[in-house]
Every structure is written in C-alpha cells, then in structure tokens.
C-alpha cells in the first residue's frame, strides 16, 4: 500500500510546522490553490515526491519545459513559478511511489483568470488524457487503468457547486469511464467546516480533499483488489 497526503485549498498550521514529520507519508498530492512554498516545505519535511495540479488560484504553468540548459519557455530562457522539486501533471499520465496519476488542473472559466477553461475547452484538455492511455494500449500494450485521477474541480454534479465558479466539468466523466482510476481526487469546493460525501462515479471514488488527506492506496488500478482507504480527513485552517 501507498500512503498518500492528499492536499487541496486550505492550509494546515499543523502541517506547515514541524508536526508533520510525524507523518510517515510515500506521496503528496497537490489538488491546487496552495502556496507553492506550503508544497515545497512538505516535500522537504516529508523526504516523499509530490505531484500538483495547479488551481485557479495559481499562476499560469503552461509552456514550462525542463531541459539541460534548465527553464524555457517560448524558446527562451526563464524561471519555474511552480514548487520547486514538484511534478506537474496537468494533462499528464505520471507515475510517483508505485502509482500512475493522471492530472487535470484548472476551474471553468468564470472571470477570465488563469487556470480557468470552458466545458469546451476542458473537453479538449481531458482528450489529451484519454488519448495518452490509448496510445499506451496500442503501442505498448499497457492495459493498466490509473491508480488516481488528480483535478482542481470536481465533475459536473458529482461535489461540485451550482454558483458560476464552481460548476464542475462535464468531461470529467468520460476521462473517468476511460481511465478508471481507482480514486478521483479534487479541491476547489469549500466544505466550509463540514466534511463532505465521497461520492462515486462509475467505478471510482470520488473525494473533496480541500484541507488534506490521509489514505492508502494499492498500485495498480486494474486488479481493484481493495479500494482506497481514506486513514484521515481534515478541513480548514
């Protein structure tokens, strides 16, 4: 099993301090909207990769690419906004400590900020996914699902809300039903002191991990052996 410290939102004063060496923790994931210094000081503390999507609240993080002579963008030379040592995986398929993430960052659009996309346009982003696995079964025969299907928002009336900024994305449910994940973490709505359903979405769980949390999850998405085990669950400040 994989113990995973999911995070989303919200700071904990519990974690950006020295408590959270406590934690015995293999991964962190980063649903969005967090200081990336807060990112950076768990992955330190914690000695454990992490992997992000970035929110609607975080600064644009498209066009970045790493190479030998270090940060380009638009062919040019330029410096990573984002926590350093952390993995984007917005329209990706990574792997980290065992499992496979696909992530999908980002909000529907609602007042032209970053990070914010249409149905249309997030339709388009989440294709990006879809067709990563397929080519995988086609080329490489990989027929593994994904272990988590890490998102900003949540899908379109599975959590999410019903006021402008936070309508969830209807896409979510194709790249759920194409990619299986055994779980689908998201932030982006506020439980406000109350600790939200987990909800499901064809055969995966679906969790509002705004705050943080704690859960254990067997690698390898296909065989659904045991389904995720959330350990503990924490909302606000």
Known sequence: MVSVLAVADETI??????????????????????????LEYLTDALNAPCVFVPGNHDPDLTGYS?????????GL????????????????IVS???????????????????NQWTQ??????????????TWAEKVRGDQRGVDVLLTHSPPFRVGDGTDPAHVGFDCLHDVTRILRP??????????HGQTPEDLRLHSSDVVNTVGYT????????????????????????
Request: glycine share 14%.
């Open 120 to 133: 249309r346009q997030q339709r388009r982003r989440g294709k990006s996914l879809t067709r990563t696995k």
């Open 96 to 114: 980290a400590a065992g499992l496979r993430i696909a992530g999908l960052g980002g909000s529907i659009r609602y007042n032209g900020g970053p």
């Open 182 to 191: 055994q779980i689908l973490l998201h932030g982006h709505i506020h439980p």
């Open 13 to 38: 004063e519990s974690l950006w301090s020295a408590q959270v060496r406590s934690m015995d923790v293999d991964l962190i994931l980063g649903a969005g909207d967090l200081p990336f210094d807060y």
């Open 66 to 74: 790493a190479g030998r002579a270090g940060w380009m963008r638009a």
């Open 214 to 237: 704690l859960l254990d999850i067997e690698p390898d998405g296909e065989r659904r052996e045991h389904a995720p085990t959330i350990v503990r669950r924490r909302h606000g400040t």
């Open 77 to 92: 030379p330029t410096t990573w906004p984002g926590p350093v040592g952390a993995v984007n995986a917005d329209r990706k």
